[in-house]
């Protein structure tokens, strides 16, 4: 905890914390339906929708990282047991209970249109107040921003595979 740091920051810090590690939830859960996804998933183009998956499972492990990182700079504590993060999501779970690649891509689709969301209102609230945050967003919102139009882009092309 570095104490001019934490000064620097332009608003109630714990607030900031509590969106953090809301965000941090997130990114477990998020890592975890990835990574699941990617075992259990079945249907056509299953190879490549595995490759994306696990690329992606390990984008929201890197997120998460980066997001305790911050968390921890700030004076905060990251949620400590995972049955907090159910209690703290955003986005929530989905779970793969449905295997087929059609709706694994559509979960994972509106996961990250929720998590876009989410950083886009992390950004308006420390613009201007905590570059720091700020700037760690715009780099995890670039991600799920790729990750979106990556997971849509397979969705098309199964969609034209199953015409
Ligand atoms: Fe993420
Ligand atoms: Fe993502």
């Known amino acids: 905890m570095g104490t001019k740091g934490i000064a620097i920051v332009g ?9 953090l590690n809301r965000a941090f939830s997130d990114e477990w859960l998020a890592y975890y339906q990835y990574w699941l996804g990617a075992k259990v998933v079945k249907g056509p183009m299953k190879d490549a929708v595995i490759a994306e998956l696990l690329q992606h499972s390990a984008d929201e492990l890197r997120h998460a990282d980066m ?4 968390i921890i700079q ?3 504590t990251p949620a400590l047991e995972p049955k907090k993060w159910y209690d703290l999501t955003n986005c929530g779970y ?7 690649v059609k709706k694994i891509l559509e979960q994972n689709i509106k996961g990250e249109q929720c998590a876009i969301g989410v950083y886009t209102r992390l950004l308006e609230s420390t613009l201007g107040k905590d570059p720091v945050t700020y700037n760690l967003v715009v ?9 979106e139009e990556d997971l849509q882009a397979l969705l098309e092309d199964l969609a034209g595979m199953l015409k």
């Not at 608003?11 to 969106?19: A, H, I, N, P, Y």
């Not at 997001?67 to 911050?70: D, N, V």
């Open 67 to 70: 997001l305790t990182t911050r």
């Open 139 to 147: 780099q995890i919102l670039s991600d799920e921003v790729e990750h």
């Open 94 to 100: 989905d779970a793969p209970s449905d295997p087929f």
């Open 11 to 19: 608003m109630d810090v714990g607030k900031l914390l509590e969106l």
């Open 74 to 76: 700030l004076g905060g």
